[in-house]
């Protein structure tokens, strides 16, 4: 039937066809904001699985101090009404991406481009290291385009596509690293807030509620975040909750999949 779902498909995979499709100026306006959406989503999640709450809670990455938000969220919605055409989804995500507006009174207030982006020291020097290794890729991406362009015959030009399209994908990650750097505090371990209290690059403890589980983590910033290293955001659902919080305390986690509460087992610094 028409609006049944494909099989499953990662939002990364869905993220680079839509991209591809793309016009080359075009492309590069969307592929920071449609790149940004997925590594908060999860790369290798599938996107015919995900609903409407799940975009919904991307709104946080639009808090009303930042300038362009509307427009930003723009290229995330039509990447989601592109999948929904294309039939990856079985309806249009974008809508529930809603941005909040900003009030009159915070006309003032500092804008994203402004604000500090906290950081540990192993996430400083590991986007720093990420940075320089994209880098030093720059020649190799010139010389496959140099190849690719020997060919004349551009209509049907595989390798250059591949080739401008990891182009694009290199220079979007390497702006974006080096916009957090620009902006990074790297925060000594203790020197913020109380020894008790859970900060970014704090370790904590947390014990589910629902079944008894523990689970340990690192809390650290959306900037520096990396799956199957043992760390959580603090704009994730777990780490919004437990984020400025003490041992000892229970919390009430908002998730896609419904609220349930865990408690702070415990807290040290890194």
């Given at each position: 039937?028409?609006?049944?779902?494909?099989?499953?498909?990662?939002?990364?995979?869905?993220?680079?066809?839509?991209?591809?499709?793309?016009?080359?100026?075009?492309?590069?306006?969307?592929?920071?904001?449609?790149?940004?959406?997925?590594?908060w989503a999860g790369p290798?999640?599938?996107?015919?699985?995900?609903?409407?709450?799940d975009v919904a809670q991307y709104a946080d990455n639009f808090p009303?101090?930042?300038?362009?938000a509307a427009k930003?969220?723009?290229y995330v919605r039509a990447f989601l009404k592109w999948a929904k055409e294309k039939g990856v989804t079985t309806e249009n995500l974008g809508p529930h991406l809603r941005v909040r507006k900003a009030s009159k009174s915070s006309s003032n207030a500092q804008t994203i481009e402004t604000q500090p982006i906290y950081l540990t020291q192993e996430g400083h020097d590991a986007l720093l290291e990420e940075s320089e290794n994209l880098k030093q890729r720059r020649p190799l991406i010139q010389a496959d385009l140099a190849r690719a362009m020997a060919d004349k015959d551009f209509r049907e030009n595989a390798p250059l596509d591949a080739a401008r399209n990891e182009q694009a994908h290199l220079e979007s990650r390497i702006r974006e690293i080096d916009g957090t750097l620009r902006r990074a505090v790297v925060l000594e371990s203790g020197n913020e807030h109380p020894g008790d209290i859970s900060q970014?690059?704090?370790h904590i403890t947390i014990r589910d509620l629902?079944?008894?589980?523990?689970?340990?983590y690192t809390l650290v910033n959306s900037d520096e975040v990396r799956s199957g290293q043992g760390?959580?955001?603090?704009?994730?659902?777990?780490?919004?909750?437990?984020y400025q919080r003490r041992a000892g305390e229970e919390v009430e986690v908002e998730a896609p999949s419904g609220t349930f509460r865990v408690r702070i087992e415990a807290i040290t610094q890194g």
């Open positions: 039937m028409a609006d049944e779902p494909a099989e499953p498909q990662s939002l990364q995979d869905v993220a680079r066809t839509y991209l591809a499709s793309l016009k080359v100026a075009v492309r590069q306006e969307a592929q920071p904001e449609v790149l940004k959406f997925v590594r290798e999640r599938d996107l015919t699985a995900m609903r409407g709450h009303p101090t930042v300038s362009d930003r969220a723009d970014i690059g704090s629902r079944n008894g589980k523990e689970a340990s760390k959580i955001s603090i704009a994730s659902p777990v780490g919004k909750a437990v």
